[in-house]
């Protein structure tokens, strides 16, 4: 009988780890230690299900206001995507002293965001010249979004905004071709301009051709 009830609750356990979202800011890691420079260079899944970067992640300018996630249902692929969403409200930009009419979530490259200003990586062994990745997603009237690549901090290469995101999982690319990877600060950059919104991210891969 104690045996009995002792696999039920296993079984409970297990149900309960596994149909809860998870908070990337506590869990999203790389818990295998694979992907610490991108393992095979010239082909690298940065997420997949996890975040396979060692790095950590940093909401910006604040992390009021802000939800950052993987969750389940609908991914591109696997079981789990990263949700990012913002209300909208402005928050304080401390480096400017003034309201910001912005958020980012980035995926930096040193462990936790206290780490940050110190951290670098050289990703130039690589020879990447190309992110991928998958987006779906909506804005509040009036905001755009955009979506960054690797490089010393603001001089990132990037999309260019969008006014719309769509409702279905769509790819999007960012060309790093002849652009200097030696000192990335950042694997990967979200950024909600002039309103808020939600957009879901998925299968982000950096690739050589």
């Not at 104690?2 to 869990?27: A, R, W």
């Not at 960012?174 to 919104?197: N, P």
Request: proline share 5%.
């Amino acid at each position: 009988m104690v045996n009995k009830i002792f696999k039920l609750l296993i079984v409970l356990s297990v149900l309960i780890l596994t149909s809860c979202d998870q908070n990337p800011l506590d869990l999203l890691y790389d818990p295998t230690g694979d992907g610490a420079l991108g393992g095979g260079w010239g082909y690298w899944k940065i997420y997949d299900d996890q975040l396979n970067t060692r790095g950590g992640v940093m909401l910006c300018p604040t992390d009021e206001h802000q939800i950052f996630a993987e969750v389940t249902g609908n991914p591109h692929s696997g079981t789990k995507c990263i949700k990012y969403s913002w209300d909208g409200t402005k928050l304080w930009d401390k480096e400017k002293n003034e309201p910001a009419d912005w958020t980012a979530a980035v995926l930096i490259v040193a462990p936790t965001w206290q780490e940050y200003e110190e951290e670098e990586k050289d990703l130039s062994p690589g020879n990447y010249n190309e992110i991928t990745f998958w987006i779906r997603g909506n804005l509040s009237p009036g905001a755009e979004i955009r979506f960054e690549g690797p490089g010393p901090r603001g001089t990132c290469r990037s999309t260019g905004n969008f006014a719309s995101l769509p409702n279905t999982w769509t790819m999007k690319t960012i060309d790093l071709s002849g652009f200097d990877l030696s000192r990335a600060k950042e694997f990967f950059k979200i950024v909600f301009d002039g309103g808020g919104g939600t957009v879901y991210v998925d299968d982000i891969s950096y690739s050589r051709e």
